[in-house]
């Protein structure tokens, strides 16, 4: 079954959450629960409406989508308070402070025709949202945040949804990592991060503050420190930096307009760098958390970042079928490799740092040298499309699309095994070498655990608390 929905990770989870079975099972919400602020008692009370905690968060969840950065539905945005005050092709006032029957967002959505309300092709907004909104430019439209031209997803205050308490059926497993020590193995979930023991698969933990969806997870060299790629497609992503031992939420390091797709410490600890849909890399210093570059050279979405192993250069992997090399010290592009010509999803250094290993949806493995963006060689028994490349040592591993990680020397590319058991699509993979252990996790929400020393399969689980496959089926 070949589906568009593979073209990335996060257009299958969009797909998947967007086909509502989960909505079915009268379980699990597909979005956040409203804040505490959209209660119909704040809009019974005459108090000040907040733009910042009480309408910013109802725009962020119900418009940004169509009305965002991105080919904006009649060029008019909602992105930033500032954005929000413009007309767009509507040729009239969106807000007229003091006057909401005269501010055409209002009319929008108070609207009886379903073809004209607002949002479109959705549900009318609670009637307790409505009056918020219209309590708000009654009182003058007023920005209360830091600054009127931040991203609104910046400046509400932090909402996490809740996760099930019994998972009605699982999701596709977008990050695993295994503890410094190998005892553990965190996996993504639904709004939170689950823990599970790698020994008998028993669930340990679940961190909640968490963004919707988890799509990398990375520990510094140390051990102490967990960081977090995430968000809620199409509407908000997040860089997180947690405890590892704990999972306590240390600091929010950033918060974009998309989702987050990937986070790499440094080989020292000392910086962390993110990418995502909003086409930029970030780089970050720890523990402070302060952001001390943003590169935007890539014309897509960043699917994934990795240091080179004496902290200089950063490789990365964008949907826009180049990956490219950074100098992190200047924070500027300094070699583009074009060579797939087709999506490129991951890219890592070789553990001496002169070559660079990318992986791509045509299929192959490319080899070439980050200096000049020469190919070497190139990997092409492989199956699938290979969403997740990951260096451990002298080896390197690739997940892919026909249920397969490929266990690789660097120094001559030469396979070593393919731990070929999984029951669908591999998208994450974490090596613990002292250990011999890999974990992965798939499309249909399982954890596989391998014992690398033999290249057996040590057990499998559904990281989905309270799901059961066989009262599933009945």
Known sequence: MKLWKCFTMAVVLVTWEASGVWAQQGQLPLVAPAPKSEKPAAAATKQRVSFVRDVAPILVRKCLACHGPKQPKSNYQVTTYELLLKEGDFGTEPIVPGKPEESMLYELLVDEDPDTWMPKDAERLPKEQI?????????????????????????????????????????????????????????????????????????????????????????????????????TPGVTGEVQLRDAASGKLLRVLTVCDDVVFAVAFSPDGKLLASAGADRTIRIFQIPEGKE?????????????????????????????????????????????????????????????????????????????????????????????????????????FAAASDRTVRQFRLANRSQVRSLDKHSDWVYAVSVHLPGQLLAAGTFDGKVFLWNLKDGKLIRSFYAAPGYSAQVAKK
Not at 151 to 169: C, E, F, M, V
Not at 186 to 212: D, M
Not at 355 to 376: C, L, M, Y
């Open 131 to 231: 009056a918020l909104i219209r309590r708000w430019i009654e009182q003058g439209a007023r920005f209360d945040g830091p600054d009127p031209s931040a991203p609104l997803s910046r400046i509400i205050p932090r909402q996490y949804g809740s996760a099930p308490d019994a998972y009605p059926r699982p999701l596709p497993v977008t990050a695993v990592l295994l503890s410094h020590d190998g005892k553990q193995v965190i996996t993504s979930g639904y709004n939170e991060l689950l823990v599970w023991e790698t020994a008998t698969g028993k669930l340990l933990a679940r961190w909640k503050q968490v963004p919707q969806r988890t799509y990398d997870l990375e520990l510094s060299p140390d051990g102490k420190l967990l960081a977090l790629a995430g968000g």
């Open 292 to 396: 001390l570059h943003a590169m935007e050279d890539h014309a897509d979405w960043v699917m994934d970042v990795a240091w080179s192993p004496d902290g200089r250069w950063l490789v990365s992997a964008s949907r826009d079928k180049t990956a490219k090399v950074f100098d992190a010290q200047k924070a500027q592009a300094h070699t583009t490799y074009n060579g797939h010509g087709a999506v490129v999803y991951s890219a890592v250094f070789s553990a001496d740092g002169k070559t660079v290993f990318s992986a791509a949806e045509n299929r192959q493995i490319h080899q070439w040298n980050p200096q000049d963006g020469k190919k070497k060689a190139q990997i092409t028994n492989i199956r699938g499309e290979i969403y997740r490349l990951t260096r451990a040592g002298e080896f390197l």
